[in-house]
């Protein structure tokens, strides 16, 4: 089995979709960095497999493999960063001083933003899976 980020939480809310809002009490084991991280964003709502079980409460084990997480940092991250590199380097090639860099920049770094947005919505989700620890 290839390795996952493991985090803990409990169930908030349910959601018709058979999505839950979890809160989560640890980061993944990796970093231990537990409450103190992403301090901002401690709920999460997640959709789960029917057969977990969704009462509000209820201790869950969330899991995610590495490479899935890996996979959607890329796309989330170097898509973004390739398109403002690219913008940059045609903003260069057309001319006009600095101000070409500057707007091609922008423009790209707008654009890689829009694709990621969009890819969101016609990609799947990884694959996060949620099991009752209680």
């Known amino acids: 089995m290839s390795e996952s980020l ?18 989560c009490d640890t980061a993944c084991a990796g970093c231990r960095c537990g409450r103190s991280f992403a301090a901002s964003q401690r709920t999460v709502r997640l959709p789960i497999a029917r057969s977990t ?39 260069t090639s057309i001319g006009r001083g600095d101000l070409g860099p500057a707007i091609g920049a922008v423009l790209g770094l707008a654009t890689g933003l829009l694709v990621v947005k969009r890819l969101a ?12 620890t209680e």
Do not use: F, K
Not at 7 to 18: E, F, K, L, N
Not at 63 to 86: H, K, N
Not at 121 to 132: G, K, T, Y
């Open 121 to 132: 919505e016609l990609v799947p989700l990884p694959q996060i899976d949620a099991e009752a």
């Open 53 to 91: 079980a969704t009462e509000i409460g209820t201790a869950l084990e969330i899991r995610i493999r590495a490479s899935e997480l890996l996979r959607s940092s890329l796309w989330l991250y170097g898509v973004p960063w390739t398109m403002l590199v690219a913008g940059t380097a045609l903003g």
């Open 6 to 23: 493991v985090a803990r939480g409990r169930i908030v809310a349910v959601h018709p979709d058979r999505a839950v809002t979890i809160e």
